[in-house]
């Protein structure tokens, strides 16, 4: 399995402004995705992150909006930038591991925007 | 387009009884994942299947898959109170990696 961890787990932040996610990994991982989960909803991939080149956009997210960076094989960030209302979701981010191809996921951070 | 379908998305139970989850999905895959979220938590992996015919159990919970019929199933047997969570079946997305998922079945046992 893998540990994970994110930070915040949680925040309340104004409309405008920008939260940047933390996810850290308890061993090295080639790939990190991010997803969100909207208030009641499924989990909906946001990107995949690789370490050393840019993150892969999901039909519906862009990089000015979402911006992640992946400077190592354990830690990705994702900033929600200029946040409405309508970012209030969970952001989870998982890892890939294994033979199993078995996707652990963070615990979350849930984000309300006022 | 992938799509993954699970019926029923509200189910509720008593305590004692047995009753099938079902994800379908639109695409071929060699892969299905169950996942388990209580309320307010992150997600639980329960079975990752990896081949037709798979079955996988855990307690009260066996999952199948049926790569032909693109079809997998989560039974539960004798229900407790402690199975009341949110199940999600996932499959992998083009690019093989990440998960797409389905809208979760939300599965409230009562005594």
């Known amino acids: 399995s893998a540990v994970i961890s994110q930070k915040p787990s949680r925040d309340i932040c104004q409309r405008g402004t920008s939260l940047t996610i933390q996810c850290q990994v308890d061993s090295q991982v080639t790939m990190m995705f991010w997803y969100r989960q909207q208030p009641g909803q499924s989990l909906t991939l946001i990107a995949t992150a690789n370490q050393g080149s840019e993150a892969t956009y999901e039909s519906g997210f862009v990089i000015d909006k979402f911006p992640i960076s992946r400077p190592n094989l354990t830690f990705s960030t994702l900033t929600v930038s200029n946040m409405s209302p309508e970012d209030s979701s969970i952001y989870l981010c998982?890892?890939?591991?294994?033979?199993?191809?078995?996707?652990?996921f963070g615990p979350g951070t849930r984000l309300t925007v006022l | 387009e992938l799509k993954v379908e699970q019926n029923p998305l509200f189910l509720s139970m008593q305590e004692g009884k047995n009753y099938t989850i079902y994800c379908n999905y639109s695409t071929t895959s060699d892969r299905l994942y169950w996942y388990r979220q209580d309320p307010g938590k992150s997600l639980e992996s329960l079975f990752v299947?990896?081949?037709?015919?798979a079955v996988k159990q855990e307690g009260r919970l066996m999952a199948s898959l049926d790569t032909k019929a693109r079809l997998s199933t989560l039974h539960i047997t004798a229900a407790v109170h402690d199975l009341s969570a949110t199940y999600f079946c996932a499959v992998p997305t083009n690019s093989g990696y990440a998960l797409n998922f389905g809208k979760g079945t939300s599965l409230l046992v009562t005594p």
């Open positions: 998982s890892v890939d591991r294994g033979r199993r191809n078995e996707q652990f």
């Open positions: 299947l990896l081949s037709n015919g």
